[in-house]
Nanobody, 123 residues
Protein backbone atom coordinates (compact mmCIF):
# COMPACT_ATOMS: atom_id res chain seq x y z
CA UNK A 1 0.00 0.00 0.00
CA UNK A 2 1.29 3.40 -0.99
CA UNK A 3 2.16 5.61 1.98
CA UNK A 4 3.65 9.04 2.51
CA UNK A 5 4.40 10.28 6.01
CA UNK A 6 5.41 13.88 6.68
CA UNK A 7 7.47 15.12 9.61
CA UNK A 8 9.36 18.20 10.70
CA UNK A 9 6.54 20.66 11.16
CA UNK A 10 6.25 22.84 14.24
CA UNK A 11 6.37 26.35 15.61
CA UNK A 12 8.95 28.78 14.28
CA UNK A 13 9.49 32.51 14.67
CA UNK A 14 9.12 34.85 11.71
CA UNK A 15 12.30 34.78 9.68
CA UNK A 16 13.13 31.30 10.91
CA UNK A 17 13.66 28.03 9.05
CA UNK A 18 12.22 24.54 9.03
CA UNK A 19 12.98 21.38 7.11
CA UNK A 20 10.08 19.12 6.28
CA UNK A 21 10.62 15.46 5.43
CA UNK A 22 8.36 12.94 3.75
CA UNK A 23 9.02 9.23 3.93
CA UNK A 24 7.48 7.17 1.15
CA UNK A 25 6.78 3.45 0.98
CA UNK A 26 4.78 0.97 -1.04
CA UNK A 27 5.77 2.35 -4.42
CA UNK A 28 8.90 3.28 -6.34
CA UNK A 29 8.99 7.05 -5.99
CA UNK A 30 11.71 7.24 -8.62
CA UNK A 31 9.02 6.96 -11.29
CA UNK A 32 6.88 9.77 -9.89
CA UNK A 33 6.82 13.52 -9.82
CA UNK A 34 6.78 14.74 -6.24
CA UNK A 35 5.50 17.83 -4.56
CA UNK A 36 4.79 19.76 -1.42
CA UNK A 37 1.41 21.39 -0.99
CA UNK A 38 -0.16 23.42 1.77
CA UNK A 39 -3.63 24.26 3.01
CA UNK A 40 -4.42 27.10 5.38
CA UNK A 41 -7.76 27.32 7.21
CA UNK A 42 -10.53 28.41 4.87
CA UNK A 43 -8.34 28.15 1.81
CA UNK A 44 -7.87 25.58 -0.93
CA UNK A 45 -4.86 23.32 -1.02
CA UNK A 46 -2.14 24.90 -3.14
CA UNK A 47 1.06 23.63 -4.70
CA UNK A 48 4.16 25.06 -3.09
CA UNK A 49 7.06 23.19 -4.70
CA UNK A 50 7.28 20.28 -7.11
CA UNK A 51 10.09 18.26 -8.66
CA UNK A 52 9.97 16.02 -11.70
CA UNK A 53 10.77 12.32 -11.63
CA UNK A 54 14.07 12.90 -13.45
CA UNK A 55 14.92 15.86 -11.14
CA UNK A 56 15.50 18.12 -14.15
CA UNK A 57 12.51 20.38 -13.57
CA UNK A 58 11.07 22.14 -10.57
CA UNK A 59 8.08 24.33 -9.88
CA UNK A 60 7.77 26.90 -7.09
CA UNK A 61 4.81 29.09 -6.35
CA UNK A 62 5.56 32.80 -6.54
CA UNK A 63 5.00 33.20 -2.82
CA UNK A 64 7.85 30.82 -1.89
CA UNK A 65 10.25 31.23 -4.79
CA UNK A 66 13.73 31.97 -3.48
CA UNK A 67 12.85 30.87 0.05
CA UNK A 68 11.86 27.20 -0.27
CA UNK A 69 13.80 24.33 -1.86
CA UNK A 70 12.45 20.90 -2.73
CA UNK A 71 14.77 17.92 -3.01
CA UNK A 72 14.36 14.20 -3.35
CA UNK A 73 16.49 11.21 -2.39
CA UNK A 74 15.22 8.21 -4.33
CA UNK A 75 17.68 5.84 -2.63
CA UNK A 76 16.20 6.73 0.76
CA UNK A 77 12.61 7.12 -0.52
CA UNK A 78 12.53 10.61 0.96
CA UNK A 79 11.27 14.01 -0.11
CA UNK A 80 12.42 17.21 1.60
CA UNK A 81 11.31 20.82 1.76
CA UNK A 82 13.79 23.35 3.10
CA UNK A 83 11.90 26.47 4.18
CA UNK A 84 13.72 29.70 4.97
CA UNK A 85 12.61 33.23 5.86
CA UNK A 86 9.24 31.97 7.04
CA UNK A 87 6.61 34.67 7.31
CA UNK A 88 3.03 35.00 8.59
CA UNK A 89 1.65 33.92 5.20
CA UNK A 90 3.30 30.50 5.42
CA UNK A 91 1.39 28.80 8.29
CA UNK A 92 -0.63 25.84 7.02
CA UNK A 93 -0.81 22.10 7.02
CA UNK A 94 1.86 20.93 4.61
CA UNK A 95 1.30 17.78 2.57
CA UNK A 96 3.61 15.79 0.34
CA UNK A 97 2.27 14.11 -2.75
CA UNK A 98 3.35 11.84 -5.58
CA UNK A 99 1.90 11.50 -9.03
CA UNK A 100 2.33 12.10 -12.75
CA UNK A 101 2.28 15.41 -14.56
CA UNK A 102 2.41 17.17 -11.20
CA UNK A 103 4.46 20.11 -12.49
CA UNK A 104 1.79 20.70 -15.12
CA UNK A 105 -1.39 19.73 -13.30
CA UNK A 106 -0.24 20.49 -9.73
CA UNK A 107 -2.81 19.05 -7.27
CA UNK A 108 -4.71 17.28 -10.05
CA UNK A 109 -1.64 15.24 -10.91
CA UNK A 110 -1.23 13.78 -7.43
CA UNK A 111 -2.15 10.14 -6.93
CA UNK A 112 -0.92 9.60 -3.39
CA UNK A 113 -1.11 12.03 -0.47
CA UNK A 114 0.41 12.14 2.98
CA UNK A 115 -1.56 13.08 6.09
CA UNK A 116 0.10 16.45 6.56
CA UNK A 117 2.24 18.25 9.11
CA UNK A 118 1.39 21.57 10.73
CA UNK A 119 3.65 24.60 10.31
CA UNK A 120 3.03 27.59 12.56
CA UNK A 121 4.85 30.91 12.32
CA UNK A 122 4.55 33.10 15.38
CA UNK A 123 6.66 35.25 17.66
Amino acid sequence: QEQLVESGGGLVQPGGSLRLSCATSGFNMGYYDLGWFRQAPGKEREAVACISSNERNTYYSESVKGRFTITRDNAKSMIYLEMNSLNPEDPAVYYCGAGHGVLTWLNRGVLYWGQGTQVTVSS
